[in-house]
C-alpha cells in the first residue's frame, strides 16, 4: 500500500517556474516507478512524465520535454516535478502515482496508487 499527497500547486505567470512534490508513505514508495498526470476541465487525464524505480531513467510527453524534470528522493520517500517556462496550456490538476508493475508507464489505467492531486493555474 502507497499513500500519496501532492504539494506545490499554485497560481504562476507565464514563463514562471514551479516544483511540484510528491510525498509518499508506505514500503513499497522504492520499487514502484511514479509517474506525473494531469487533468484539466473536461477532459481525460494526460501523461506527463514518470521515472524508474533507481530514477536512472525518466520519459515526458512531448508537450512538456525539455521544460519538465521528474526526479525522485528514495531516502525522502518523494517524487518531484519541476516546471519551467510554464504556459497557460499547462493549467491543470496535477497527480503523482505508483506503478507497481514499472511497466507501460505512460498509460494511467496501470498505476496503482493516486494522490489527491495539486492545482496549477497559469497566468498569460
Known amino acids: 500500500q502507497v499513500q500519496l499527497v501532492e504539494s506545490g500547486g499554485k497560481l504562476v505567470q507565464a514563463g514562471g517556474s514551479l516544483r511540484l512534490s510528491c510525498a509518499a508513505s508506505?514500503?513499497?514508495?522504492?520499487?514502484?516507478?511514479m509517474g506525473w498526470f494531469r487533468q484539466d476541465s473536461g477532459k481525460e487525464r494526460d501523461f506527463v512524465a514518470a521515472?524508474?524505480?533507481?530514477?536512472?531513467?525518466?520519459w515526458y510527453a512531448d508537450s512538456v520535454k525539455g521544460r519538465f524534470t521528474i526526479s525522485r528522493d528514495n531516502a525522502k520517500n518523494t517524487v518531484y516535478l519541476q516546471m519551467n517556462n510554464l504556459k497557460p496550456e499547462d493549467t491543470a490538476i496535477y497527480y503523482c502515482?505508483?506503478?507497481?508493475?514499472?511497466?507501460?508507464?505512460?498509460?494511467?489505467?496501470?498505476?496503482?496508487?493516486w494522490g489527491q492531486g495539486t492545482q496549477v493555474t497559469v497566468s498569460s
Open positions: 502515482a505508483a506503478n507497481r508493475r514499472n511497466l507501460a508507464l505512460r498509460s494511467a489505467s496501470l498505476y496503482d496508487y
Open positions: 508506505g514500503r513499497s514508495f522504492s520499487n514502484s516507478a
Open positions: 521515472i524508474n524505480t533507481s530514477g536512472s531513467n525518466t
